[in-house]
T-cell receptor, first 115, second 113 residues
Framework: DTEVTQTPKHLVMGMTNKKSLKCEQH?????MYWYKQKAKKPPELMFV???????INESVPSRFSPECPNSSLLNLHLHALQPEDSALYLC??????????????FGPGTRLLVL | QQQVKQSPQSLIVQKGGISIINCAYE??????FPWYQQFPGKGPALLIA?????SEKKEGRFTISFNKSAKQFSLHIMDSQPGDSATYFC????????????FGSGTQLTVLP
């Protein structure tokens, strides 16, 4: 099973709202990632968790707050977002953040619209 | 800066034809080169991947050709089908501790029936 699940599929929020995106995998992967993807663009890395610890933050604004409660779950907490934050948010996982054969598996994404 | 340059930006192929997408990189520290296929509204799905000590890898109708000296790699889709219509991203992964993927800009493939 190479499935990464994400909820919700779609999310509409106002600029003053607080919401969370959820990602789950049961492949025993120890690295998990958040990406942001704008239309017709490649995914842009936001955060990397390795063994439940934040290892990479690609200078993401503090209105995005990641959380890794355990090795299977990854959350992205959203607060005071801007309309330009509207995008497809993708979660991915891989076996670990080392080893050349590992592959990143992506979830279906959450389509976020900020009004 | 780590970059992967992908071309063409868009490609239209007749059913049964061969689709070819090219990527080039500069960073010799890349050690793994996957291709992802993405349908509208879906996440990228791993299609095929290659390591730099292999010159070609084939899986079904999909083949990666890899030229280490030229720092180029390409995806060939044989007998292209309308169901192959999607956006394709090449990527490269660094060998450092971060293991991040660097994506190409993407190619929108349309296969005409």
């Amino acid at each position: 099973d190479t499935e990464v699940t994400q909820t919700p599929k779609h999310l509409v929020m106002g600029m003053t709202n607080k919401k969370s995106l959820k990602c789950e995998q049961h492949m025993g992967h120890r690295a998990m990632y958040w990406y942001k993807q704008k239309a017709k663009k490649p995914p842009e890395l936001m955060f990397v968790y390795s063994y439940e610890k934040l290892s990479i933050n690609e200078s993401v604004p503090s209105r995005f707050s990641p959380e890794c409660p355990n090795s299977s779950l990854l959350n992205l907490h959203l607060h005071a977002l801007q309309p330009e934050d509207s995008a497809l948010y993708l979660c991915a996982s891989s076996r670990s953040s080392g080893g050349w054969q590992e592959t990143q598996y992506f979830g279906p994404g959450t389509r976020l619209l900020v009004l | 800066q780590q970059q992967v340059k992908q071309s063409p930006q868009s490609l239209i192929v007749q059913k049964g034809g061969i689709s070819i997408i090219n990527c080039a990189y500069e960073n010799t520290a890349f050690d793994y080169f996957p291709w992802y296929q993405q349908f509208p509204g879906k996440g990228p799905a791993l299609l095929i991947a290659i390591r730099p000590d292999v010159s070609e890898k084939k899986e079904g109708r999909f083949t990666i050709s890899f030229n280490k000296s030229a720092k180029q790699f390409s995806l060939h889709i044989m007998d292209s089908q309308p169901g192959d219509s999607a956006t394709y991203f090449c990527a490269a992964r660094s060998s450092g501790s971060a293991r991040q993927l660097t994506f190409g800009s993407g190619t929108q493939l349309t296969v005409l029936p």
